[in-house]
């Protein structure tokens, strides 16, 4: 049977319309949980062609027992609507993560194209856009050699054929293991991993450039002020270091200890897939100078190694046991719901892995920033308190 296509279609054409309303809608709210709205008829009106096709397959499968007699016209058709998949799959994907532009720019704001464009996100979803084209164009080629395997399979050596049913299995599967890899939160669209156009125009915070004499006059008045107020994180009226204001928040939440909220930072992007260097309360960003050298001590701490060494152990245990159950069973059934209940084990702990160690990246990425009082703001505050004591 042919199953493993239509459900093949169905990933990649959900993608492809999810991808085209980004590309064509604006101001989409992706946190619904059903986020497929101009494009929901067209993709179900799409993918009831290839699980008719199933349907006929399974019926022709009762009716005829020689399946080479039915088998290229079914996997001509299918070579056919991948194609049309992949053609909409790579224009779209070319359009949102290559020329980045589309719907979706727009609700950033008037945005150039090298302007607020995350660098590590777009190169990574360019490389997952590429490798997923690359294997379904493979899977279309090779539907395409098995529809004309009548002309050509007796004419080539029996070894090369092997080799080419090998090559063909390996492709299929990494089709499949590459919706997990890129597509982890695929039941939350805001979330996905790394084919996310939201990700790619995230807010990048610039190094603080050095100011002028009399901006750094304005800072050192702003913290004469500061000193009467207290943190709003620890509220600590005995700790000796200096307070900061680095939003544009006023009253008891506009002072803060630096480490304080360095630390907050830090748990918070331990909370959270996202790093947001802005003020919760007033959405103002954080001004922030960052160092060369990342400080891993912080990111891979104690916690982080115990869950690692737990799920390598995990994974390498379920490996060992499936191998034993298949060595003693010789039942095809048991066999393959050991092997199957294996790969789904190893797939949640390579996931869990891999947000560990990014969440401990993230948390070392943070804990190496300085942040420094917003200059402007002071300032501004500093005229504004001027003003009001010439009106009185």
């Not at 070319?94 to 190169?123: C, I, P, W």
């Not at 090369?160 to 939160?185: K, M, Q, T, Y």
Request: a neutral charge; charged letters at 20%; hydrophobic letters at 45%.
């Amino acid at each position: 049977m042919s199953a493993y296509y239509p459900l093949l279609m169905t990933c990649a054409s959900l993608v492809v319309c999810l991808w085209a309303e980004i590309f064509h809608l604006r101001d989409i709210r992706w946190e619904k949980s059903q986020f497929l709205s101009k494009s929901f008829l067209g993709f179900m009106a799409f993918n009831l062609l290839p699980y008719s096709l199933l349907a006929a397959e399974v019926l022709f499968s009762q009716l005829i027992t020689d399946r080479n007699t039915y088998s290229h016209i079914f996997n001509g058709c299918y070579a056919a609507l991948l194609l049309i998949v992949v053609v909409f799959f790579l224009i779209y994907g070319v359009e949102v993560f290559f020329k980045v532009r589309g719907g979706f720019v727009y609700d950033y704001g008037n945005l150039s194209s090298t302007q607020n464009v995350n660098a590590s996100q777009l190169h990574q979803s360019r490389f997952g856009l590429l490798s997923q084209a690359i294997m379904l164009i493979v899977i279309v080629g090779f539907l395409t050699s098995e529809t004309l395997g009548d002309f050509w399979k007796k004419k080539v050596p029996v070894y090369s054929r092997n080799w080419h049913d090998i090559v063909f299995r390996l492709v299929e599967v990494g089709v499949a293991l590459w919706f997990p890899c890129c597509l982890w939160n695929s039941m939350a669209p805001e979330q996905l991993w790394i084919l996310n156009p939201k990700k790619l125009l995230s807010r990048q915070i610039e190094p603080v450039a050095s100011s002028s004499q009399g901006t750094a006059k304005a800072t050192e008045e702003g913290q004469a002020a500061l000193l009467k107020k207290d943190c709003w994180i620890c509220y600590d009226p005995d700790k000796t270091e200096p307070l900061i204001q680095p939003c544009k928040c006023t009253g008891d939440v506009s002072s803060v200890h630096h480490e304080c909220l360095r630390r907050w930072l830090v748990e918070s992007c331990s909370k959270s897939d996202d790093v947001l260097l802005k003020c919760k309360v007033c959405d103002a960003p954080y001004e922030v100078k960052r160092t060369s050298k990342l400080d891993w001590e912080k990111g891979f701490t104690v916690q982080h190694w115990a869950k690692t060494v737990i799920l390598v152990t995990l994974m390498c245990i379920t490996g060992a046991s499936a191998w034993v159950i298949i060595q003693l069973y010789v039942d095809p059934i048991v066999r393959v719901l050991t092997a199957g209940f294996a790969v789904i084990i190893g797939y949640v702990c390579v996931k869990l892995l891999g947000e560990n160690t990014f969440t401990a990246y993230q948390r070392a990425k943070v804990s190496s920033i300085n942040i420094v009082t917003s200059e402007l703001d002071v300032t501004e505050k500093l005229n504004t308190i001027c003003q009001d004591v010439t009106c009185n």
